[in-house]
């Protein structure tokens, strides 16, 4: 039922905004076909496997309207001001419910290098050059959600890094969700496509501004050109009430490096799909994840490896902190396909249960088509050591600091790996002040 | 100092402890010896507040305090400190960071201002010498990786940085050859004062060739069955425990 519900407001609002776009736009033919992807597979329902442990579909049909379009709004926000005054020294970029702010992007300060442009704007520069990178972004292995959002997206936002380009100072972008418009639903969608060696570390950060229930399904492509490194930081530490399904994908050609690190402690729902299809021999992918939900906060990671190509590599490491009522889900699945022999690829996933009542749901996934790979895989549930617990508590130190001694250094192991040290640091302090709020 | 009266333990609704009376003044050194599963090291555990114990009677005064009734932490900043018979290893907290922890929240439950990182770090310098700990040690984390005889060495460096009033050394010899067994006694016979006082729990009487204890007692089936001078210790380590055993039945 909740499906039928869900999937109506979706079709109205589907042929709403269809009908606003102009019929010679480069992407209407993909929000068709997306659409049509969108009815062909269905939402997901009770038996899905992939949402077995996140009945998003009735959280959707509950709590929000779908049949709502998303509105662009950029007005002055206390919240958001205060929000940029906490900036590290980055480029940075503005988007409200998914539209870039003219207001509060200082567009005139980006490297020259740099090409950021709204999807109309790229389209209108330049059709062939934006629809090849726009189309090279597709894999058989997509979720739902991403053609929910192919279908529905107002303004994607194009970012353009030329070959040989090495930044100074990260590109930060501010994702905001402004609860105070009228509508319930945004689809925030970027695309970025770097050339050739080139190194790139990039901040997703998420916000909320107001006390609203907002639900945000967001994709972002990243293309990776040969030897180009990128380290991408997604934030989701600042989410208050708000309900996300996040999906990025990346898509790395030869020599390439994605490291991807993903920080989750607010919020009340989220779900990231992270993708990587390693599409070009000798390219790695390392994948970082902490997740710490607390009261009733649900925080799902589901993530794909795709080793497409021979002599390709990707690392794991996914640690989870889960208090009070909360529920935890991670599913790291890793494809080697046929063609893709040496293969190495190593995943961890471990969790601590602070509480009777917190849930993990783990699940590692290999499925391996070729026969001279190194695979590994491993999950840990557990509870604070209390042999290690006893021990500070022996040398004069109280038991909840000691607990936020163990908590911290448990995860250090993810939070270190940072390589932007002022981020590191930030996400230290704003991991501490998560942990005093719990119990 | 330490008036233990009548203390009965079990774990796990096994009696372990069947009736301890020991008291302990400042300025002496006591020997606590027996064979396994005396229960020597379930006495170390309960005067710690290791969790999983039951105490069933007795009751154990430190410095005027009821002791059963406190935290660990709350008896460590008393001036109650145990050296592990296994130190536990803790990835990911820097050894220096733990003992720095460690100072300032005994300090600020005595009441004393903590100490920044230079004052601190002078201690830490001058103690570390007394164990011959190397400075390489103190930047790892928290006992990984440490062979045994650095983690005992570790060991009485924490005891030396908090300065406790009443030291517990449970089997601090077992696992370390005679160099490090002797660095480790002279740590601990450098750090004895006229105020403090030490209790050992040990197998052997070698560890007490090098600090010698004022009393001995023999710990057998949760009870001290004899209490003597150092010369108990030399006799049990002739006859061994069998005629002890034998003079309990």
């Given at each position: 039922m909740h499906t039928t519900i869900v999937f109506t407001q979706l079709q109205e609002a589907f042929l709403k905004h269809i009908n606003n776009l102009p019929a010679n736009h480069g992407w209407q033919k993909a929000k068709k076909e997306a659409y049509d992807a969108l009815q062909q597979l269905g939402l997901p329902h009770v038996k899905t496997e992939a949402y077995r442990n996140t009945p998003i579909t009735s959280i959707l049909a509950e709590k929000f309207n779908l049949n709502d379009l998303p509105v662009a709004s950029d007005q002055p926000?206390?919240?958001?001001?205060?929000?940029?005054?906490?900036?590290?020294?980055?480029?940075?970029?503005?988007?409200?419910?998914?539209?870039?702010?003219?207001?509060?992007?200082?567009?005139?300060?980006?490297?020259?290098?740099?090409?950021?442009?709204?999807?109309?704007e790229a389209y209108t520069k330049e059709s062939d050059w934006f629809m090849q990178h726009f189309n090279r972004c597709t894999s058989d292995k997509l979720d739902i959600f991403t053609f929910i959002n192919t279908a529905l997206f107002r303004e994607g936002l194009f970012i353009y890094i030329p070959d040989n380009v090495v930044l100074d100072k990260p590109l930060c972008i501010y994702n905001i969700t402004d609860t105070t418009t009228q509508q319930s639903v945004s689809y925030p969608r970027i695309l970025i496509a770097t050339g050739k060696n080139s190194r790139l570390s990039l901040i997703n950060s998420w916000h909320t501004a107001g006390k609203q229930e907002r639900f945000t399904n967001a994709v972002t492509d990243i293309i990776v050109g040969p030897y180009t490194q990128l380290d991408c930081y997604t934030l989701q530490t600042q989410l208050g009430n708000a309900y996300q399904i996040n999906n990025m994908h990346y898509y790395q050609a030869e020599h390439s490096m994605v490291n991807n690190y993903t920080f989750s402690w607010d919020g009340m729902l989220v779900r990231n799909n992270l993708h990587i299809a390693i599409q070009a021999p000798h390219a790695e992918a390392n994948m970082y994840g902490l997740y710490c939900p607390n009261n009733t906060q649900h925080i799902d990671n589901h993530t794909l490896v795709d080793h497409q190509q021979p002599h390709t590599t990707s690392n794991e490491l996914y640690k989870g902190i889960i208090a009070g009522n909360a529920t935890g889900v991670f599913n790291g699945r890793i494809y080697v396909q046929a063609e893709a022999q040496k293969t190495n690829a190593f995943q961890a996933n471990n969790n601590i249960l602070l509480s009777d009542q917190a849930t993990i749901h783990t699940k590692p996934q290999l499925e391996i088509w070729a026969d001279d790979v190194k695979c590994s895989h491993g999950a840990t549930i557990g509870q604070l050591n209390e042999a290690q617990l006893f021990y500070l508590q022996a040398r004069g130190i109280p038991e909840k600091l000691a607990k936020h001694m163990l908590l911290e250094a448990f995860a250090d192991e993810v939070i270190s790996k940072v390589n932007l040290l002022p981020l590191q640091k930030h996400l230290k302090s704003e991991f501490e002040k998560h942990l005093a709020q719990l119990a | 100092m330490l008036i233990i009266n009548n203390l009965h333990a079990s774990i796990e609704g096994q009696e372990i402890l069947k009736g301890i009376n020991l008291t302990v003044q400042a300025g002496e050194v006591h020997a606590i010896m027996g064979p396994n599963g005396s229960g020597k090291s379930t006495l170390a555990s309960i005067l710690a507040g290791k969790p999983g114990y039951t105490v069933t009677a007795g009751s154990v005064d430190f410095n005027g305090q009821d002791l059963l009734s406190l935290a660990p932490e709350e008896r460590a900043a008393a001036g109650?400190?145990?050296?592990?018979?296994?130190?536990?290893?803790?990835?990911?907290?820097?050894?220096?960071?733990?003992?720095?922890?460690?100072?300032?929240q005994i300090r600020k439950h005595r009441g004393q201002e903590p100490l920044d990182a230079v004052e601190f770090l002078k201690i830490l310098k001058e103690k570390a010498a007394l164990v011959n700990m190397d400075k390489e040690l103190l930047h790892r984390t928290l006992n990984e990786g440490f062979s045994g005889g650095e983690k005992k060495r570790n060991e009485i460096l924490q005891m030396a940085m908090l300065a406790p009033s009443l030291s517990i050394l449970d089997e601090t010899d077992s696992g370390l050859d005679i160099d490090a067994l002797k660095t480790v006694a002279s740590g601990v016979n450098q750090l004895k004062t006229p105020d403090n006082a030490t209790i050992i729990i040990t197998h052997y009487q070698r560890l007490l060739d090098f600090i010698v204890p004022d009393f001995v007692h023999v710990l057998y089936k949760g009870k001290i069955v004899k209490s003597g001078s150092k010369e108990l210790a030399k006799e049990l380590e002739a006859k061994g425990y069998d005629w002890l055993k034998e003079a309990t039945v």
């Open positions: 926000s206390p919240e958001i001001d205060a929000l940029l005054q906490q900036t590290f020294d980055s480029y940075y970029i503005v988007l409200v419910n998914g539209v870039l702010s003219k207001r509060y992007t200082p567009i005139n300060l980006m490297p020259p290098s740099f090409q950021i442009y709204t999807f109309e | 109650l400190f145990l050296a592990f018979q296994y130190p536990v290893e803790i990835p990911g907290v820097s050894n220096t960071n733990f003992l720095k922890t460690a100072v300032n």
